[in-house]
Every structure is written in structure tokens, then in C-alpha cells.
């Protein structure tokens, strides 16, 4: 049986085809402005790299904030259904699933059955997510990736507040004109957005294993704050942007068997 | 009385053309709404219940706008109130009509800036808005205002809008269940009674007061046969039980009681016959939190309600909805003075209102909450704050300790008085009435 799931971000459209529950290829897409191409686009890479046609695919859940766009599908799950659904098959003893992507950060809490108990959303600004750092970055004319390598270097933290990635950057420019070293404010960068993602998951109960999912969590910086901030060790699968996609996947292959067995 | 100063205290200088062309704009605006709510609410359910028509009618402010114009023309006098503790029954004794004057207009709100920063509630901020441009046919209407000092906003929503209007302050104790309390009340009840006679020029005897009471007992006991049947399988779609209670706000209470029950006939008859507005196994949920106020702030009940997968909205503790009529007025003797007395203990007493507080807490929130769950079989209950909002939005973490503790999923969703997050609150509106389906699965 041959699923795919599509998941619909703000910054990048991913795209997963598994058969019975393994992972056969996976794609990536910039969302643009045309989400509904991008995630055709991702679709066809994935299937042409597992040498697949879409007659192949019995079904594809979309997920993600654009996903009634993907008309390619046949239907939908919300990130975090997705967010659990995928947690719990990579790691069976997930029970907090923390999903930080480009612009929105949420917790899930599930139970063994990757049944959704409980999840939480960040407050409407980016400050807790991806592009909190891709904004800093800018402000301190570093790559993007060596944030989170410069961040450890740091003995300690300089202080900004992540209420908003507008204010969080003239805080960083103002620690710019009073001559901190980078290392201390790009580790201050991403202890501010541990904080934000912390303190959600507080309100959800910090219920181990704790598994972080989305694009940010490749990012060294934001997973050492992260854990500091929790007091718990966190789980990454291999490929973290793609755990939606992947639970949506997931998500297709359940809906198609119980089409199958009707 | 001291006599309020002519002097504007807080309202800036706007010109007419600017206030004649928002006004327009907005108004069209707000028509469309209207008909778009109306319009979705069918699509709904297809099969509507014929009794909404009448209720769709007053939705449409239009013609209650007429009818209160016209009654003005005849002397009659109309009391606007902010909160549910005016006393609605001494209005209605003195032959008043009482209307409620909240906005619920989200380009409204934008105006309000002008006054008072953004972090105040939007609900406040829009009704200044409305009150600049003239918006609101109700509160245009009034010949006064009563503001209860309850929440913060309110407290200086009434100071601000007495730069047009009289405006009554009534003093709310904060802790009900004291004698102190209760007696400081029953004196503000006596005061405003004095107020509504001086104005307009009718005595309020006993005779009056009796048959004002009996008025809205009746109406409560239309609201509670309607809420009742909402107890079983969906025989009405939330948002049109809703848009009944909130129309109560502003119609004639008698013929909207006389409407009510009509409804209710309709809707015992689609009991027997099995024929529900949705499927049965809809999850069920509850709305608490901030009033959400027609037309415009009908989002939440719409997403929920238009959501894959859907949600049907069975209960709700909002004092723009089930609030505003659950309790009766209780009298034991029809003397003035137990008359009174029972009119102060009714809206005290049985208010859930997050402005107060006592040794436990605001504990009769809870109770109410509970009580529904139990009795309209609740699956989820949505925690609605809109920002600025600080009573309810402090009050979510014992709401939720308890629902927790029931087993029931409550989810906080904040929101603002705009139209640009309906994306976002439709996302964790479905994820939530996932999580609902997904466990009635099990």
C-alpha cells in the first residue's frame, strides 16, 4: 500500500511517499506564492525518485497552513494530528511532541496510540519559530546555519526579549552598539526562543519522551536552549522537517485501509 | 445629580465628511456580514428551522431600528446598558425600552484607536468606534446609559462615552456573597429605579414592576425550553440558537419570547421525527469566555461550526448568549420592597461574571461549566479570550485544572476583533474538533 503526505508550510511545501509505514522517498518545495505548484512539484520529485506514478498512490493527506490548497489531495489533518501521529510511530515513547517551524511553534500531547490529547500554538508572532533566527542572523550578518555553532561558543547569554522579532531585532542592535560578542548575543537569540517554546510547553506539562520536530530543530543553538530550558533530554528523528509530511503519510495510509476494508 | 460637563473629556474633534464616509463604509460593510452570517448559517443546515426567519429579520437591524424610532416619536424612552446587571425589569416597569450597546463591529475597533491604546479590549475599543461615526442604531437611540463598573473596560467605557450621552455609573461590589455586598447593591438597584422615574416621568408602582417581572420570567422560560432541547441530539445548529438568545439583546421582549416558543413547537416536532440539523455523532462543544457580539464577531461559532471535522455548538456561558436570561427573577411576595430585593439578588447572585471573586474564587463559574458539561454531554469546550481581556484570560488556568480533572479537552483560543486570523483560527479550531472526533472514535 503506497500513501504520500504533503505538508504545506509557510516557507516550504515537503512531500513524503511511504509504503506500508516506511518511508520510500521524501521531496521539498518553496512554497512561494503559488503553495498549490509547489506542492504538485514536491509530489512529482518524490515519486520520480521512487521511480512511482501517481496512479501508484492510493491516497494523500495534506497537512499544514496551506493545506486546502494542495488539490492534488484527497484529504486533510490538521499539523498537529500529523505532528502526532509521526511522533509516536519514530518514537513509541513520545508523549510531547514540540514542532518549531518557520513560523509558528506548537506543542502536542498524545497518548500511546499517537491519539492527540491535548496541544497548544504560539501566540500570533513569529518570535518562538524559524524565522525569529533567520531575521537575527541578518542583524548580525551571519549565515543562517552558523548561528547555532557560533551561539555555543559563548561562556553566557546577553539578554534580549523575544516578545517580537521586530523589537528582538533592535534589541540585538542595540547589544551590537554596546560591543557583545556575537557568540553571546546569537546564544542569547535562541535562549529567548527557547523561553517562549518552553514556557507553551509548560502549559501542555513536559510528559517525557519529549520528541522536537520542524526545521528548527536541526538547528544546534535552539536544541541546546531548548533542553536547558526544559530540564529534559529531547529525541530529533533523522529528517525533522519532514515528520508532517511524513504523519500525514501515515495519516493516508490508515484512511485508505479503512476504505479498503469497508 | 451633579450635572456632566458639556466639555468633551476624551473624544478628539473628527470632521463630518470623515465620520459620513466611514460610517458609510462601514455600515455597507456590516450589512454584507450580515447577510453573508445569515447566508452561511443556511448553508449549514439547509434544512433550517422556518421559525428563524423571524429571528434572521431582527439580525438585520433595520427594522428594530424603525420600531424604537418610531416609539421614541411617542415619548417613550430608551435606557442603553453595557452589561447584563441593568436592572431590565425596572426599564421595562417604567415603560423604557432596554437595549444593549456593545460592538460588535471589527472596523469599529480601528477607530477606538484613536482614544485608547490597542491593548485595551477590542469589544470596548469598537463600541467607542461606533459611538465616533455613529454606528450603532441602539446606542444612537439611547437617551442614556447605564455602565456597570465591571471590568476594567467597561469602568471607563461608560466615562469615555459620557462625552455624548448621560451616563449612569452603577457600582458593582466584586465579592457577592456578603451582606455588605448585597446591601450595597440593592441600594444602587434603588438609586438607578429613581433614575429611570426622573427620566422618564413614570412612577414605577408596584403594579408595573409585577407585570415587568412576569415578562421576563416568561422569556427566561422560552430561553430554557430552548436551551433544554439542545440538551439531546442536535436538533438546532449552534449559531441559530445563538443568534436567538443574542437577539433578545435589542427586540421587543414579548413578542421575541412569544417567536422563541414558536421555535421550540417547531423543534419538539423534529425531536419525534429524528431530524436532526446534524449528524448526531457531531462533537459537541461549549463556548466560554469573552461575549462574542453580532454581526461581525461571529467567527469562532462559524469556524467551529463550518470546520472539517464539524463541531456543533450545544452550550455556551457567554453573557451575549445563555447569560443574558438563565436565571428568573425568583419573588416570593409581590411587595416593591421583596420585589426589590429580589431584582438585586438575581443579577448579583447568579452572574459567573469573571470580575468577581471570593474565598473560593470565582467558584460559581465553575459550577455553571460543570453543569453543563454534565447535562448537555460536552466533549470540548473552547476557551475564547479576545486580547485585553484580562479577567478571563487570568481566570483559563483554574477553568482548565478542572476540566482536566473531568477528562474534558478544553482549548484557549485567543483571538482580537479583526478578519485577518480566521486562517489560523480555523487551523486549531480543526485540530481541536480532530482531537474530539478522534477520541469519540476510540
Partial sequence: MITAGLDLGTQSVKAVVIENGKVVSRSKAFSGFDPEKAAEKALDKALKDANLSMSDVGHITATGSGMDMATNSNST?????????????????????????????????????????????NERCAAGAGAFIEAMARALEVELEDMGPLSLKAE??????ASCVIFGESDVVSLIHKQESKPEIARAIFEAMADRVSSMVHRLGVNPDVVLVGGVARDIGFVTS?????????LIPEYPEYVGAFGAALVAAKRLKKVQEK | MKKQSKEKKYMPEISQKEVQELRKTITTTSQQIITENIKKMKKTDPNRPKAMKYFDEIADFTKREKEIRAAKQEGKKVIGYMCLFAPIELILAADAIPVRVNSGWYDASKLGDRIVPVEVCPMVRSTIG??????????ELSDTLISVLTCDGMTKLGEILSDFKPVWTMTIPRVKDTEQSLRLWSEEIKTIKGQIEELTGNKIRGKQLKSAIELTQKATKAFRRLQELRKGPPVIMGRDAMLVNQTYMWDDIERWTEKTEALCDELEERVSQKNWACPPDTPRVMLTGTPMIWPDNWKVPTLVEEANPQGILVADELCSSERLLFDPVGVDEWSMSDMLNAIAERYLMASTCPCFTSEDGNEDRINWLLNKIEEWDIQGVIY??????????????????VMDSKGVPVYYLDTEYTREDVGQMKTRIEAFLEML???IDL
Fill in chain 2, 130 to 139: 461606533a459611538k465616533m461615526i455613529a454606528l450603532s442604531p441602539y446606542l
Fill in chain 1, 156 to 161: 553566557r547569554a546577553s539578554s534580549i526579549n
Fill in chain 1, 77 to 121: 489533518v490538521s499539523m498537529m494530528g500529523a505532528d502526532a501521529k509521526a511522533g509516536i510511530h519514530l518514537f513509541p515513547n513520545a508523549r510531547t511532541i514540540i514542532d518549531v517551524g518557520a513560523e509558528e511553534a506548537r506543542a502536542v500531547k498524545c497518548d500511546e496510540n499517537g491519539i492527540m490529547m491535548d496541544f497548544v500554538v
Fill in chain 2, 437 to 439: 472526533s478522534a477520541r
Fill in chain 2, 384 to 401: 475564547y479570550v479576545i486580547r485585553g481581556c484580562m479577567l478571563y484570560a487570568m481566570e483559563y488556568i483554574r477553568v482548565k485544572k
Fill in chain 1, 226 to 234: 531548548l533542553k536547558r530550558k526544559l530540564g529534559v533530554d529531547i
